[in-house]
């Protein structure tokens, strides 16, 4: 029979689990995908406060345009809602998810039908899914919701994809930069301020609002550098090149960071590293600023 030797040991405690976060349920079934007006025109705009993330990048002479991606929050009222560019298809594609627009260059249609994207194109196949607003001059009028984006995606039986998680935690300490300026243009220069745990965004100096009067803020702000440049068309276009890597500034809870991105390719998300890790993001809303060159930003304690 086996002995049982008493040990002078000590007993071994195993580590409390981890208490299991419940996270709220998202409004709707996976992401959608919209591009907005960032005209002069076009603003107030309408639903970017409800975005869980939102890319800003140049649509053609300095002017931006928003990628904003809906999935925790309905939005009602989405837009104004304009042209997709080609760099826009290149992000989309990795989400696998619907994408609203109202039609597109040559070469960007092409690229989403090529890419397979899940499409809602007022234009061109989903005019159900958006409506004119009169009261507002074309084209800076045409809106959707994210029930209808949801209800035509469902009637053209579209996949929706949530929206992945980005990687979160907590940061080591950054630099005490709490603000940050970045200019675009002459005439467009966007300013995000460190103010009650939360970053809150300008226009020339204006408080950004939405058309009901929501103020736009962000839990995390990424600034990415990637060369850019002009091309005449029928207009003046910009080309970007948003496949590939470069440099990246990261601020979250009033601290900023230098480091990388990497988009290897359209099926990828982008790669955000910090001193070789990856960059933790605190959990809530994302901006992301893509900028033809650092130079174009100035942060400020």
Do not use: C
């Amino acid at each position: 029979p086996a002995v049982i030797v008493p040990s002078d040991d000590p007993p071994i405690v195993l580590p409390k689990p981890e208490p299991v976060v419940q996270l709220p349920a998202p409004d709707l079934p996976g992401v959608f995908i919209a591009s907005i007006d960032n005209k002069s025109e076009a603003r107030p705009q309408s639903g970017l406060d409800r975005a869980d993330m939102v890319i800003e990048m140049i649509a053609e002479a300095g002017i931006t345009r928003y990628m904003a991606f809906f999935h925790s929050k309905a939005a009602p009222l989405v837009g104004p809602i304009r042209s997709a560019r080609y760099y826009f298809a290149s992000i989309v594609k990795a989400y696998n998810t619907p994408f609203a627009h109202v039609g597109g260059s040559t070469r960007a249609l092409n690229l989403i039908a090529e890419l397979r994207i899940p499409d809602l194109d007022e234009i061109h196949n989903a005019s159900q899914a958006f409506w004119r607003d009169n009261s507002r001059k074309m084209p800076h009028n045409l809106y959707t919701s994210t029930e209808r984006m949801l209800a035509e995606a469902q009637r053209k039986r579209l996949t929706i994809s949530p929206l992945p998680r980005l990687p979160e935690g907590e940061m080591p300490k950054g630099s005490a930069n709490s603000n940050v300026s970045l200019t675009y243009s002459p005439y467009y220069k966007v300013t995000w301020q460190w103010q009650d745990g939360k970053y809150l965004r300008s226009i020339n100096g204006k408080l950004h609002t939405m058309k009901d009067g929501a103020r736009l803020t962000t839990d995390n702000i990424v600034i990415i550098s990637t060369p850019h440049r002009d091309v005449v068309t029928d207009v003046l276009r910009t080309d970007i090149d948003i496949i590939g890597n470069g440099p990246a500034q990261f601020l979250r809870d009033g601290q900023q960071f230098t480091g990388t991105w990497k988009k290897a390719s359209a099926n990828d998300h982008f790669e955000f590293m910090v001193d070789g890790q990856l960059f933790k993001f605190k959990e809530g809303v994302t901006w992301i600023q893509v900028v033809p060159s650092m130079n174009a930003v100035v942060p400020s304690s």
